[in-house]
Structure formats: structure tokens, C-alpha cells
């Protein structure tokens, strides 16, 4: 047996696939790895901690820390958390008082409109999933279809009608109307991806209650949805990245009072002319993924635990 | 002997006659929505009579519904609400534009008139636009192949990595995912600064390693290779995760049984993990390929469209935002989305092709 185990074998590469057991010489790979695509993200967390004369420095200051004397003194910076301060009240130009930024608003612009649209799509969604999947109708397909249709037209196409529409009807700049087009936005997703985890149960167990006598609500609510919880999980998390960071439709269709902090954030960083505020950009941007960062993370069990607890599959 | 419990069924409901009042007919209800909403928009002004057919538009589908529900036909009664916020977020605009790509209209104009297909024709033959229109899409062809085989490889990769249950999988993964969660306004313009000659990381560790100045956004090929490295960065998590998700749910005793029985693992992969995850990668496939198509806002803020980047999608916002001509942005946008449908069929028809095979 022994023989025929390689160093890759050894460290815990021993079978290819499957939700099985790897040793700690799996972990330092990954973690190596992880660490190189996380880069990126690590530089603009600590541009938000630099202080801002720091921000376009030749050479560039990389960390805030030596690590013991393993980086040389001209990448390191003094560590500030004045950013964070100067993302919700500021000076403005000529001195005086620091004033508001109104982005504590706007942060709760983005969760409320965020949660409220995704979940809606996620309700919606996956009581269609489910109608297709388990009662289809006359030309499923072709439903399915013009449904996937709706995410393939540039945004900039739909959005010209949406705004003549929603000014017809006075839902440009309240929370309904943009809630209701990130629903929208949202749907086509979640109703293909949970249409393919509904359509990967095995109907056995649906057939046995149904023949025992359970309604159709029963099955669907005690049986059925229990199996997908990591297909809601995942669904829920795309949809949240993709609304929480969408840029155009908000750009357009929000007010100023119910700006999103993508749009704010685009404005706050250019305006005044001097060209980019990058301690500002990354302060934002590093409180901005806080809340969608913790919501994958809480929900990352869910999103990879194998949907296999002793049902029958197909 | 086995005995069934004995099932009552109720006997399906006759549909209404034409009058009569009951509130699953949907006849009656259709006609008076009909009727009410059309005198309320010729009378009355247009967020009043918004409402009413609103409420109107609600009447009709609680008659659907109770119609739907008393014939058992529940398909359509799970299917109806999801649709309806499609009809009247996304359908109902796109045949909007659809109409609108038939008239001359610019946005910043109030003239409006029919000009049938000559908006399809100006942007396919016209000299000056079609050649822009036609070089643009190539470029977003280009695009497509580039950003999803790059995600598609790095994506499976990574998710061959995590495949396994290993000390601190949950946190490494979280940070794999995060470039997916940031923003693309602050990860395009932290690209900006990445890429730049003077001031960026890269300019600057190439320079100390080789000398001279490197400017990477110099060439076209520097400056595809920017944008698509940006894009399969930020995207590849997404593949990723779908793929994970397929490889998770592969039941253990499948190997299991093929180790006994000694199985390569090339084969294995075929006949075993393939299955589980083929779902799962072409719907990743076909959302990246819909979203290359899409490809814009990288471009607008790494090149501007310089450097010959130029995507039809930033070409369509330049077209229909920044010159106001709508309807013809409109005209493009259908032969884009006419193409994307082409190639969204042939990919559901190689699936299902393969599907019925196995």
C-alpha cells in the first residue's frame, strides 16, 4: 500500500472528489492559494486604514504591519481609522464644521431595498421553480425560456422604457419601484437555479405522502423544501451580491432618498474634480461588503452541505 | 391485501356561464377590467387611472386564481406571480423598446415617427455605423470566449480544491469568494490604480525586476488581458460555487463503490462526478455567457474603449445614453439579443441532447 502513495497522495490529495476527509497538507495549499486571489482584496482593505497622503505613494505601502522584520520599512504605513469617520461626516472644502454625508442613509437604503427585493424574488422564485419543475405547463420550455430571455437584453435597453413608465406612475424614486425592478432583476435566476434543484429530487417520497394523504401546500412545505435548503441558501447569496452591488438601475431610478451606496459611492469619490479619493473609495467599499460578507459567511453551511440526508435520488 | 384509504374527489367545477356572478369567473371579471380601465385612462389623469387598473388588474387575476385553484390546475397558480412582476418589470419594457426600435425617437427630442425597419438597416449597412457596430461586436465575441473559458477553468479549479472536507475550509472559502461580493465601481477603479504606469503594483514590480517602464494598458493585447483578468477574477467564484454545490451533493458510496471495483479516476470523473455537476456548469455557463455579452462596465472604467476594447454593450450605452438616439440603440440591442438567443439555444439544445443520450 505504501508504495503506491505519492507526495500528493500523502498530503491529502488521496481521492479526487466527493465530500470526504483531508489533512492539514490540504489546508496549506488552499490556503496559499486563497491567499493569492484574496490580494487584491486585502490591498483595498488596507488603502482604508492608510492615511490619505499615503494612498499614491511610489513605492506603494503594502501593509500595516513589518511582520516581524519581513517587510522592509518603505512598504509599511502607520495604520489610521480616520477614513471611516470621513465616510458618513466630512470637511468640505474651506474648512468649517464637518457636515453629514448622508451615507448612514444611504447604507440603509441598500439593505432595506436589497433584503426586501431578494427575498420577494426568492418567494416568488421558488413557488414558480417548483410549478415548473413538478406541474408543467403547456410549452414549459418556451416559459422557462422567455423568462431567461428577460436577463439577456442590456440593462440600458429595458431601463429607457422603466423610466418613462415609472414617471407615468409616479414610482420614480420610491423604494416600491426599485425594489420591484431588482425583484425582477433577481427572478430569472432564482427561478432557474432552484428549478434545477427541485428537478434533481427524486419524486418518491413526494408520490408515497401524496398516496398517504398529505396536501399538495404539505409536500411542497415539509418535504420538498427541506431538500433544497441549500439551493435557497446559494440562490438567496447570488441574488444579494448581485443586487447589493448593482449599479445602473439604481443610478437611474433611485432619488435622493433612496440612493444606494453604489451610486453614492461613484459620487462621492469623483466629485470636486481632483480625481479619485482612494482612502475614500476603499473606506467605503471595505464597510460596504461587511454585511454581504457576513451573510455568505452565516450562510456558507447551508450553501455547501450536500443536499444527500437518506433521500432517494434520482 | 392492501386497502387504500379511500380518497375523496371532489368533482371538478363547470365553468361559469358568461354572467353569472361568482368569483372564479374569470370571463365576467376580464371584461369589466377591460372595459373600466379603458374608460379610466381616456378619462382620467394618468397616476389616478394607474390605480385603478392596478386594482382592476388585481380583480382579474383573484378571479384567475380562484378559477385556477377550483380546477386543480395548479401549475399555472405557482407559476401566475412570479410572472406577473416579470411581465411588468422586464416583458413589458422590452416590448417597449421592441416598439421602439421601429420609430425614430431620441430622447432628448418630443418628435416621434415610424420608420419601420430602417433603424435595423441604417445600424447593419450604413457606412460610418455599421462598421463600428460590427467591430464592436467582434470584440465582444472576443470577449466571451476569454472572460467564460477563463472563468470556467479557474472556477472548476478552485472548486476541485474545496471539494473536500479539510481544517478551516469554511474561512478559506470566504475569502475565495469575497472579489464577487465588492462592488464593481471599487474594484474596477482599484484595477485602474493596479494597472497604472506611474503609481500601480504591477508597473512597479515589474519595473524593479525588469527595468524600463511597463505600461500594460499600452497594447490591445495588454489591454484585453487587463480587462479580462479583472472580469475572471471577480467572476470565477460564481463557477465556483455552482460547481461545488454539483460536487458536494455526489452520493459518497458512488466512489465508494467504484474504489472497490478499481476504477481510473479519469473515469470516474466521466461516469460518476460529471452527472452530478453537468447541471449545475451549464447553468453557470449559459448566466457568465449572457452576462459577457453584457460586458461593460470594466471597459468603461479601465479603457474607456480605447486601445480598440470597444464592447457593443459600451457602444450601446454611448449610442442610446450619451447621443439620446434610443431607437436606434434599441435596433442594436435586438440583434444583440437575437444572437445571445441564437447561442443560448444551441447550448440548451447540446444539454438536452446529452441528457437524453445518458
Redesign the interface.
Known amino acids: 500500500m505504501a508504495a503506491d502513495t505519492s507526495i500528493w497522495q500523502r498530503i491529502g490529495f488521496r481521492r479526487s472528489f466527493g465530500v470526504a476527509e483531508a489533512g492539514w497538507g490540504r489546508t496549506l495549499v488552499v490556503a496559499g492559494v486563497s491567499f493569492v486571489y484574496f490580494l487584491p482584496v486585502l490591498f483595498i482593505i488596507f488603502t482604508a486604514i492608510k492615511p490619505q497622503a499615503l494612498a499614491l505613494s511610489v513605492p506603494p505601502t503594502l501593509s500595516p504591519t513589518s511582520l516581524f522584520g519581513l517587510i522592509p520599512d518603505q512598504f509599511v504605513f502607520t495604520p489610521t481609522l480616520e477614513n471611516f469617520s470621513s465616510v458618513f461626516s466630512r470637511v468640505m472644502t474651506g474648512g468649517g464644521q464637518p457636515e453629514p454625508t448622508g451615507f448612514d442613509r444611504f447604507f440603509f437604503n441598500s439593505i432595506v431595498i436589497a433584503s426586501a427585493s431578494v427575498l420577494l424574488a426568492l418567494i416568488l422564485g421558488t413557488l414558480a421553480a417548483y410549478g415548473f419543475s413538478r406541474y408543467p405547463l403547456k410549452g414549459n420550455d418556451t416559459y422557462l425560456f422567455i423568462i431567461l430571455t428577460t436577463r439577456m437584453l442590456p440593462a440600458i435597453v429595458v431601463i429607457i422604457p422603466v423610466i418613462l413608465m415609472f414617471r407615468a406612475v409616479g414610482l420614480s424614486g420610491s423604494y416600491l419601484g426599485i425594489i420591484l425592478l431588482y425583484t425582477a432583476f433577481n427572478l430569472a435566476f432564482t427561478i432557474w437555479m432552484m428549478k434545477s434543484f427541485f428537478d434533481e429530487l427524486s419524486t418518491d417520497v413526494e408520490d408515497a405522502a401524496r398516496i398517504d394523504g398529505s396536501s399538495g401546500t404539505r409536500v411542497f412545505l415539509k418535504i420538498c423544501l427541506p431538500q433544497v435548503v441549500a439551493g435557497l441558501a446559494a440562490t438567496f447569496v447570488f441574488g444579494l451580491i448581485l443586487t447589493w452591488n448593482e449599479f445602473l438601475f439604481a443610478l437611474l431610478v433611485t432619488g435622493p432618498d433612496t440612493r444606494t451606496v453604489p451610486v453614492a459611492m461613484n459620487q462621492a469619490v469623483s466629485s470636486g474634480g481632483r480625481g479619485t479619493d482612494w482612502t475614500l473609495l476603499a473606506a467605503i467599499e471595505t464597510l460596504f461588503l461587511i454585511p454581504v460578507f457576513l451573510v455568505t459567511f452565516f450562510l456558507q453551511e447551508h450553501l455547501l452541505r450536500g443536499v444527500t440526508f437518506g433521500t432517494v435520488r434520482k | 391485501m392492501l386497502v387504500?384509504?379511500p380518497?375523496s374527489v371532489p368533482s371538478l367545477r363547470t365553468s361559469p356561464t358568461l354572467l353569472e356572478i361568482s368569483a372564479d369567473n374569470w370571463r365576467l371579471a376580464s371584461l369589466v377590467g377591460v372595459v373600466v380601465s379603458a374608460l379610466a385612462v381616456a378619462a382620467l389623469p394618468?397616476?389616478v387611472a394607474?390605480w385603478i387598473v392596478g386594482a382592476l388588474v388585481a380583480l382579474v387575476a383573484v378571479a384567475f386564481v380562484v378559477n385556477a385553484y377550483r380546477r386543480r390546475y395548479?401549475?399555472?397558480?405557482?407559476?401566475a406571480?412570479?410572472?406577473a412582476?416579470?411581465f411588468?418589470?422586464?416583458?413589458?419594457?422590452?416590448l417597449?423598446?421592441l416598439g421602439?426600435s421601429f420609430f425614430a425617437y431620441q430622447?432628448n427630442r418630443q418628435s416621434i415617427w415610424f420608420v419601420g425597419l430602417n433603424n435595423y438597416i441604417k445600424v447593419l449597412t450604413n457606412d460610418i455605423a455599421a462598421a463600428d457596430n460590427w467591430h464592436a461586436l467582434i470584440n465582444t465575441g472576443m470577449f466571451v470566449v476569454l472572460t467564460v473559458s477563463a472563468q470556467m477553468i479557474v472556477g472548476f479549479m478552485?472548486a476541485?480544491?474545496?471539494?473536500?472536507?479539510?481544517?478551516?475550509?469554511?474561512y478559506?472559502?470566504?475569502?475565495?469568494?469575497?472579489?464577487?461580493?465588492?462592488?464593481?465601481?471599487?474594484?474596477g477603479?482599484?484595477?485602474t490604480?493596479?494597472y497604472d504606469p506611474?503609481?500601480?503594483?504591477l508597473s512597479?514590480a515589474i519595473n524593479?525586476i525588469a527595468g524600463g517602464q511597463f505600461i500594460l494598458m499600452d497594447s490591445k493585447a495588454g489591454a484585453v488581458a487587463g480587462i479580462v483578468f479583472a472580469d475572471a477574477?471577480m467572476w470565477s467564484p460564481?463557477v465556483m460555487?455552482?460547481v461545488?454545490?454539483g460536487?458536494?451533493?455526489?452520493?459518497?458510496y458512488l466512489?465508494e463503490a467504484a474504489?472497490i471495483d478499481r476504477v481510473s479516476?479519469w473515469r470516474?470523473?466521466w461516469t460518476?462526478?460529471f452527472p452530478y455537476i453537468r447541471?449545475?456548469l451549464m447553468?453557470a455557463l449559459?448566466?457568465r455567457t449572457?452576462e459577457a455579452?453584457?460586458l461593460?462596465?470594466l471597459v468603461i472604467l479601465l479603457t474607456k474603449g480605447g486601445n480598440d476594447t470597444m464592447t457593443i454593450?459600451y457602444h450601446?450605452?454611448r449610442i442610446?445614453?450619451e447621443q439620446n438616439k434610443?431607437s436606434e440603440?434599441?435596433a442594436i440591442?435586438y440583434i444583440?439579443?437575437f444572437m445571445?438567443?441564437v447561442l443560448?439555444?444551441l447550448y440548451?439544445y447540446l444539454a438536452n441532447r446529452r441528457t437524453r443520450e445518458s
Open positions: 387504500l384509504p380518497v394618468a397616476d394607474f395548479y401549475g399555472g397558480l405557482l407559476v406571480p412570479a410572472i412582476v416579470l411588468a418589470m422586464n416583458i413589458f419594457p422590452l417597449w423598446s421602439l430622447s478552485l476541485m480544491l474545496f471539494a473536500k472536507q479539510f481544517p478551516l475550509r469554511k478559506l472559502l470566504i475569502l475565495v469568494l469575497t472579489p464577487m461580493m465588492l462592488s464593481v465601481v471599487a474594484s477603479v482599484f484595477f490604480y493596479y506611474t503609481f500601480g503594483i512597479y524593479s477574477w460564481f460555487l455552482l461545488l454545490a460536487l458536494v451533493s455526489v452520493p459518497k466512489y474504489a479516476a470516474r470523473f460518476i462526478t447541471g449545475l447553468l449559459l448566466f449572457i455579452f453584457k461593460a462596465d454593450s450601446l450605452i442610446a445614453n434610443t440603440g434599441a440591442s444583440m439579443l445571445v438567443i443560448t439555444n440548451l
